[in-house]
């Protein structure tokens, strides 16, 4: 409707000027007594009456365009969020190795297992429209210190090994058989004896051949 009166306005005022400049074109309608004076009364108000209704019909969208352009720029505005986000990363500990003089050469040991760290990082993070567009480190802080790994590698040197030489001679009280081995002399005792002689004394030797060889041979051989 409001769009109809704005026709009828523009026609109005079109009419309006044309009747000012030469109002004999007017005469078929109003006939001849038709002057400036009058076209202006009645184009004028018809104008003016056209404004009126013009105003009066229109849309709510036309009278309030300010308001709709707001509402609009304000949909298309992006939305801008600033967070601050905190990320942890592990340090991943050291192996030291150290010389001990108590550990022989090739060998190893473990004095101390290795344990990992912890370091907190904090960012000023962006996000338009839900997406993340820029990132800011803020700071890193280490919060649990790591713990060195230490080998001990040993740098003794072995004591070299000592090959016994068989004794060439045996103590007193004892002689040495066939065999190179210290057997004890014939005696009184018969304890540990393996063979007792004719005369009464008893021997220890380890093979009855030639067992008191020099006491009367042997009267009686224990093993």
């Not at 109005?12 to 109003?30: A, D, H, N």
Request: net charge neutral; with cysteine; aromatic share 8%.
């Amino acid at each position: 409707m409001s769009t109809f009166f704005v026709l009828l306005l523009i026609a109005s005022i079109i009419c309006f000027v044309i009747g000012l400049v030469s109002p004999q074109v007017f005469r078929r309608w109003f006939g001849q007594n038709i002057n400036r004076g009058r076209i202006a009364l009645i184009f004028g108000g018809l104008i003016v009456a056209l404004s009126i209704l013009t105003g009066a019909y229109a849309s709510p969208s036309d009278k309030k365009p300010a308001e709709k352009s707001a509402v609009t720029e304000e949909a298309t505005k992006p939305k801008i969020e600033i967070k601050e986000e905190t990320k942890t990363e592990e340090i991943v500990f050291q192996t030291t190795n150290q010389d001990d003089a108590t550990l022989e050469q090739g060998q190893t040991k473990v004095q101390q297992e290795g344990k990992n760290g912890l370091k907190e990082f904090k960012y000023k993070v962006t996000y338009t429209d839900g997406k993340e567009t820029s990132r800011e480190p803020i700071s890193e802080t280490i919060t649990t210190q790591p713990v060195d790994k230490i080998v001990l590698n040993g740098t003794k040197v072995p004591a070299p090994t000592v090959i016994s030489q068989p004794s060439t001679s045996c103590s007193d009280g004892y002689y040495k058989n066939v065999d190179g081995n210290c057997v004890k002399s014939p005696g009184s005792s018969p304890e540990g004896a393996t063979a007792k002689c004719h005369d009464g004394t008893y021997s220890y030797s380890q093979h009855r051949s030639g067992t008191c060889s020099g006491h009367g041979g042997v009267a009686e051989w224990y093993q």
